[in-house]
Nanobody, 115 residues
Framework: QVQLVESGGGLVQAGGSLRLSCAAS????????MAWYRQAPGKQRELVAR???????NYADSVKGRFTISRDNAKNTVYLQMNSLKPDDTAVYYC?????????WGKGTLITVSS
């Protein structure tokens, strides 16, 4: 069984920064893509950032230049550094990983950006 556990969410003022972490644990043989998604109230879940196993990254247009995804393959951990946060970034952020050929999700962590 594989579990993903996110940490680092919370309340922050507009213009501030937060760093999310997500660690995978369990019987892990291979981790491929790692990604962060978010879901704001009343909206669909959307991709925020994604990192391939080889390190290629892509970002939602709304976060380009402000958010940075990184990964530590040795620790099966993915990070999301979020700078210049805006109220529109308020959402539940979910970690997603491809582990052992299967898709896993974390339970989500709430980020609230106050104006």
């Amino acid at each position: 069984q594989v579990q993903l556990v996110e940490s680092g969410g919370g309340l922050v003022q507009a213009g501030g920064s937060l760093r999310l972490s997500c660690a995978a644990s369990g019987s892990i043989f291979m981790v491929n893509a790692m990604a962060w998604y978010r879901q704001a109230p009343g909206k669909q879940r959307e991709l925020v950032a994604r990192s391939s196993r080889g390190g290629n990254t892509n970002y939602a247009d709304s976060v380009k230049g402000r958010f940075t995804i990184s990964r530590d393959n040795a620790k099966n951990t993915v990070y999301l550094q979020m700078n210049s946060l805006k109220p529109d970034d308020t959402a539940v952020y979910y970690c997603n990983m491809g582990v052992n050929g299967m898709d896993y999700w974390g339970k989500g962590t709430l980020i609230t950006v106050s104006s």
